[in-house]
């Protein structure tokens, strides 16, 4: 694998040079492991196998590559694997619509069938499709689809390599695919909603061929902590990392959750600059810092501190805060090093961002009319033309009273597609498959949550007096 990436630039540049076909394997835009490891995995596999020695297979991560060291669990394991990010070809570093223009571009896509919007161009050069979401988009019969409802797609990229020469799979690779079967199938633990007898038996597979392999409780374990390992971002980027923006008529307010103490983070170096960059770079006129952490016990605390320049502002989002009631955040006053920052404890621990959301954003119905949600992605806000538009005032006016299942699911993707979430096709964001249980699974807040679920639907089970 190693090999392979380090000739993938160069082939690319020699293909655009002598005009020779480029085939480039591309996840889904909220790159996650799966999707950087299914496109790595699978182009690797191509090239190994194709006849046509002309081509070059390049796996693409559809992301910026300034938004890689975000993927906190994927940039762990391709550490740990050798694999150097230099040599990884990202989204900002390939013109696929130039390539298509010059008639040298097939495609396939791994973990999402849909391109966005803005891919529209390349719909022509999709020559195959592998998802593990239900189809939501047919395709031509020139299109191969292999579509199946299982945790993880590197499941069955896994499969494809097995039924074609698996001799060609190498250690690294297998460990790749098989970390992320493990992370995606949550511990193949089947009170998790995840894992399906195929992604078992491919993770028992891969375990098989390569008995060098890690027990999967230590390579889940690892990934899991290397998901909310933030140690190694900027300030900046740990904002950016599980942020939410909401607006109202004149007013913007972001939601950003960060996994260290609140007194962690507001130790760091030059904060209240660098709080005070991020919200004018994007527009927001406060943020509600939302911190996570765990004790020894693995239970969780939170502590929230609301910043803003504005005084008055800052003082009334506190205030709709500290006066909720549904649910209660139970906030005590902590000091704070900035009169800009006012910070609390947050008695209610289960109060995670999809509950404070709602807070906020009644604050600023309250305060005007409800306007479109603005995109917080790093990326300009140039994405996704007119799509943000109508969906937040859809969702102001459905109301939260206990809508159908599906109006849930629509809520949850709502919830958090907004988000660091790029306008990905629905099928790779939402969970909707029914082995899920409707939480994007891409953010960590919404992974917390899931064990936060698991945790307490363990601990009913426990309790006697239930019994
Ligand atoms: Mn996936």
Do not use: W
């Not at 970390?179 to 399906?196: F, Q, R, S, W, Y």
């Amino acid at each position: 694998m190693e090999r392979f990436l380090g000739g993938c630039r160069p082939a690319l540049q020699e293909c655009i040079r002598s005009r020779r076909d480029v085939h480039v394997v591309l996840g889904n835009e909220a790159c996650d492991l799966d999707s950087a490891v299914s496109a790595l995995a699978l182009a690797y596999f191509l090239a190994k196998v194709s006849p046509e020695p002309r081509a070059a297979f390049i796996p693409v991560l559809n992301i910026p590559r300034a938004d890689f060291p975000l993927r906190t669990e994927s940039t762990f394991l391709f550490k740990e694997q050798r694999l150097p990010e230099s040599a990884i070809i990202f989204r900002d570093e390939i013109d696929l619509l130039a390539l298509h223009q010059a008639g040298l571009l097939s495609l396939t896509l791994v973990d999402h069938h849909v391109l966005p919007s803005q891919d529209a161009g390349l719909e022509e050069t999709v020559v195959e499709v592998i998802d593990h979401r239900p189809l939501e988009q047919g395709r031509g019969p020139s299109c191969r689809i292999t579509s199946e409802l299982v945790g993880s797609c590197a499941t069955l990229v896994t499969e494809k390599i097995f039924q074609g020469r698996v001799e060609v799979l190498d250690q690294t690779t297998a460990a790749l695919l098989h970390g992320t079967i493990v992370l995606d199938c949550v511990n193949m633990a089947p009170e998790a909603g995840k894992v399906t007898p195929k992604d078992v038996r491919f993770a028992s597979l891969l375990e098989y061929k390569f008995p060098d392999l890690p027990p999967r409780g230590v390579i889940f374990e690892a990934l899991q902590n290397a998901k909310f390992d933030v140690s190694g971002l900027t300030t900046e980027q740990m904002l950016r990392k599980d942020l939410k923006a909401v607006s109202g008529k004149d007013v913007v307010i972001a939601l950003s959750s960060v996994y260290v103490t609140l007194q962690d983070f507001l130790r760091r170096p030059a904060v209240e600059q660098d709080l005070c960059a991020f919200c004018r770079q994007r527009g927001y006129d406060a943020l509600v810092v939302m911190a996570i952490s765990f004790n020894e016990q693995n239970d969780p605390s939170r502590q929230l501190a609301v910043y803003s320049q504005q005084g008055a502002l800052q003082t009334a989002v506190c205030q709709s805060l500290e006066d909720s009631s549904n649910p209660s955040l139970s906030l005590s006053p902590l000091e704070s090093p900035h009169p800009t920052l006012r910070a609390y404890t947050q008695g209610n621990a289960t109060a995670s961002r999809k509950k404070v959301l709602p807070i906020v954003k009644d604050f600023l119905r309250d305060c005007g009319t409800m306007q479109p949600c603005r995109k917080t992605r790093a990326e300009p806000a140039n994405a996704s033309p007119g799509r943000a538009d109508s969906r937040p005032l859809e969702r102001g006016a459905a109301g939260r009273k206990d809508p159908p299942k599906s109006q849930r699911l629509g809520d949850d993707l709502l919830g958090d597609e907004d988000t660091h979430l790029p306008p990905t096709p629905m099928n790779s964001l939402v969970d909707e498959c029914p082995l899920d249980q409707g939480l994007p699974k891409l953010s960590a807040e919404a992974v917390f949550e899931k064990f936060n679920r698991i945790a307490v639907a363990r601990s009913c089970e426990d309790s006697p007096e239930k019994k």
